[in-house]
């Protein structure tokens, strides 16, 4: 079994590489991160997943030491230069900047990763 993930990863190596550079290429601060999440949510979407973004999973008044309006807008608007998602890119605006992925696989046990971008 794990011989078979070794390979499966190894497979995987040239695009997980790829895709990290990427995301490295566009940093974005705190709450910016429109571009990253967008991408995110796109692969999700492509590999199956139910995918909600934004308001859907993040709570307006729970978002401590958000940037003004100006600085929000000015960095969507920089996501959307560099590439971002347009269909997710709606959803994160504003710094609602969560993403989280579903996949439904029968009955449990559930299980939940969590990571910050």
Known sequence: M???IEELADRMTEKLVACRRDFHKYAESGWFEMRTASLIARRLT????EVLAGRD?????????LPPDEELQKNCLR????GADSEFLEK?????TGVMGILRCG???TVAL???I
């Open 2 to 4: 794990y011989a078979h």
């Open 46 to 49: 492509d590999m199956g997943y």
């Open 57 to 65: 999973v993040c709570r307006d008044e729970s978002r401590m030491g």
């Open 79 to 82: 996501a959307k230069e560099q």
């Open 92 to 96: 994160v605006r504003g710094g609602f």
């Open 107 to 109: 009955e449990g046990p």
């Open 114 to 116: 969590r990571f910050d």
